[in-house]
Nanobody, 118 residues
Framework: QVQLVESGGGLVQAGGSLRLSCAAS????????MGWYRQAPGKQRELVAT???????NYADSVKGRFTISRDNAKNAAYLQMNSLKPEDTAVYYC????????????WGQGTQVTVSS
């Protein structure tokens, strides 16, 4: 019943910007953290950025200073502002939410393609 809808992906030139959005809906008790992961062709899925409900953030070194994660707890939404994009950022970006109430759970979105051309 829980669904994550991602939007904002697309094609952009190097140095450009994109803003990804993720909205969670359904029967959600309490979200502990929301985040973004990405997977490039032939590579493992990797963490991009996460944010706990309390506001603690964690960024991959490769995106630190360029990407900013934010959230709207009331809307169960997460955002990823991506600036100074590089071709190496090309990947499918996935929204993730997790919580512990009433028990541990984890959900993923379908992913949105981000392509950065040189």
């Amino acid at each position: 019943q829980v669904q994550l809808v991602e939007s904002g992906g697309g094609l952009v030139q190097a140095g450009g910007s994109l803003r990804l959005s993720c909205a969670a809906s359904g029967r959600i008790f309490s979200i502990n953290a929301m985040g973004w992961y990405r997977q490039a062709p032939g590579k493992q899925r990797e963490l991009v950025a996460t944010m706990t409900t309390g506001g603690t953030t964690n960024y991959a070194d490769s995106v630190k200073g360029r990407f900013t994660i934010s959230r709207d707890n009331a809307k169960n939404a997460a955002y990823l502002q991506m600036n100074s994009l590089k071709p190496e950022d090309t990947a499918v970006y996935y929204c993730n939410i997790r919580g512990e109430v009433p028990y541990g759970w984890n959900y993923w979105g379908q992913g949105t393609q981000v392509t950065v051309s040189s």
